[in-house]
């Protein structure tokens, strides 16, 4: 079974930068492809950003590219998100996912899915 745990979230002036890691265990960081889902109060889960179980091939939403950056630290068995520029848009609780055989589209399709870490940004 594969535990994951956000953590890194917190309250940041707009423009600020944060970095988000997700913590797993079960299953070898390079099994894993890894991604990263939002969700704002009253609004649907976002995708956010997503990277291969190798950690070379990485996808983000047209909302944060240029300003976040997922990667992977196979040997501590922990995906990051480093979040710059931040805007009081991405306010939102994120969320860690993880999946030994894709990346998905959706979160809820995700195998293994973290608690979430809040993410407030204000103006």
């Known amino acids: 079974q594969v535990q994951l745990v956000e953590s890194g979230g917190g309250l940041v002036q707009a423009g600020g930068s944060l970095t988000l890691s997700c913590a797993h265990s079960?299953?070898?960081?390079?099994?894993?492809?890894m991604a990263w889902f939002r969700q704002a109060p009253g609004k649907e889960f976002e995708f956010v950003a997503s990277?291969?179980?190798?950690?070379?091939?990485?996808n983000y939403a047209d909302s944060v590219k240029g300003r976040f950056t997922i990667s992977k630290d196979n040997a501590k068995n922990t995906v990051y998100l480093q979040m710059n520029s931040l805007k009081p848009e991405d306010t939102a609780i994120y969320f860690c996912?993880?999946?030994?055989?894709?990346?998905?589209?959706?979160?809820?399709?995700?195998?293994?899915r973290g608690q979430g870490t809040q993410v407030t940004v204000s103006s």
């Open positions: 996912a993880a999946d030994p055989t894709t990346l998905w589209r959706t979160f809820g399709q995700y195998t293994y």
């Open positions: 990277v291969t179980r190798g950690g070379g091939g990485t």
């Open positions: 079960g299953r070898t960081s390079t099994s894993l492809a």
